[in-house]
């Protein structure tokens, strides 16, 4: 009973991170492409953070819906190995952008394909940022499903 309670735990653990890792992609997504588009300076500051209160979470799942499937085998593959290092995370995330990014490039439809270098690499950032968030919530304690005894 003990190990059940352990495994429900911990995947409740890795979903709060998941959400976590997915806002923080999100806001920095939002961040970096008001910042290219100039909207953040002084006079257009509460303009942009009242958009923010909605945007984020809003493109957040978004992110979360698309990074799904290669952060769940990224997640799997941290908690068998029982990585605990944050740069390991942000690799991960690398990786799980990357993919989403293959995806993207892979499928037929143009409009939706990314070919501009800068946002390929704004979606790279937000991967590693959204691993490190993922390590900060969840990935500290990885693989501690192990120690607890039957």
């Not at 704004?122 to 500290?140: D, N, Q, T």
Request: proline content about 2%; aromatic content about 14%.
């Amino acid at each position: 009973m003990n190990r059940v309670v352990a495994y429900l735990i911990r995947f409740a653990v890795i979903l709060v991170g998941y959400g976590v890792a997915s806002l923080a992609a999100s806001a920095f997504l939002n961040i970096m492409f008001l910042a290219s588009l100039g909207l953040i300076t002084d006079e257009t500051q509460p303009a942009a953070q009242a958009s923010l209160w909605f945007s984020v979470p809003f493109v957040g799942l978004f992110v979360a819906y698309f990074a799904f499937m290669p952060a769940a085998i990224a997640i799997l593959i941290s908690e068998i190995l029982g990585r605990r290092d944050w740069l390991f995370y942000a690799l991960a995330g690398a990786a799980v952008a990357a993919v989403f990014l293959g995806f993207v490039h892979q499928t037929a439809d143009a409009n939706f394909e990314v070919t501009n270098t800068s946002v390929m690499l704004a979606v790279i950032g937000c991967g590693m940022v959204g691993g490190i968030f993922h390590w900060l919530s969840a990935g500290r304690s990885a693989g501690s499903w192990r120690q607890i005894s039957a």
